[in-house]
């Protein structure tokens, strides 16, 4: 089965500075990976994904962006945060053994401020 | 685009039974979901049914969808207080996709 990682746990950063957020996955290969937002506990929302290393498909305009160095692992980056960037930040990892069925990371709680 | 809509919120007391209700709009889904999310951690895949069958039981969990009125419903039997969560019901296509979810349904169960 497989493990999705992700760290820092928690983060608190001041309006303006960078961000990265980093996600990686065990026991399985060339995973579609994921990153959704959480806003204020409720709703999912898809920012990033992606289907292979370096190959980054985004969702949603906005003031973030994703990489993926290595077939498992996924980041999340920011130059400058926003205060609305505030969330609960989310790395999902997709088995195509169940279509595409989605397993999460514990996520990451960022505060702007 | 496609869209999921769950209702917020639902109150039980424990030991009766639950019932979340999800509807979607996606008529090429193909699989369905259900997560939990309990506070401060990431989701947690429930079950899952294909979009070609009617039930799917799993221990204290039952799922149901109405294909015909794409209405997706999980049951909880002996609802118990470590079931307070969010629950989320997700659709997708299969293969490769991008699974859409609900915003989410709070069960609050009160002892």
């Known amino acids: 089965s497989q493990t999705i990682h992700q760290w820092p746990a928690t983060l608190v950063q001041p309006v303006g500075s960078p961000l990265s957020l980093e996600c990686t996955v065990e026991?399985?290969?060339?995973?579609?990976l994921y990153w959704y937002r959480q806003a204020a506990g409720r709703g999912l929302q898809l920012l990033f994904y992606s289907v292979g290393i370096g190959q980054i498909s985004s969702e949603v305009p906005q003031n973030l962006s994703a990489s993926r160095p290595q077939d498992r692992q996924f980041i999340l980056s920011s130059k400058k945060l926003l205060l609305s960037d505030s969330g609960f930040y989310l790395c999902?990892?997709?088995?195509?053994?169940?279509?595409?069925?989605?397993?999460f990371g514990p996520g990451t709680r960022l505060t702007v401020l | 685009g496609e869209d999921v809509e769950q209702s917020l919120f639902l109150s039980v007391r424990e030991g009766d039974s639950s019932v979340i209700n999800c509807t979607y709009t996606d008529s090429s889904s193909t699989y369905l979901y259900w997560y939990k999310q309990e506070p401060g951690a990431g989701l947690q895949l429930l079950t899952y049914i294909f979009s070609n069958m009617d039930m799917k039981q799993d221990q204290r969990l039952t799922v149901l969808l109405n294909k015909k009125d794409k209405h997706l419903s999980l049951r909880i039997a002996d609802t118990q207080t470590g079931d307070s969560a969010i629950y989320f019901c997700?659709?997708?296509?299969?293969?490769?996709?991008?699974?859409?979810f609900g915003t989410g349904t709070k069960l609050q169960v009160i002892p």
């Open positions: 026991g399985t290969s060339n995973p579609n």
């Open positions: 999902a990892s997709g088995t195509s053994s169940i279509g595409d069925t989605q397993y």
């Open positions: 997700a659709e997708g296509t299969g293969g490769y996709q991008k699974v859409t």
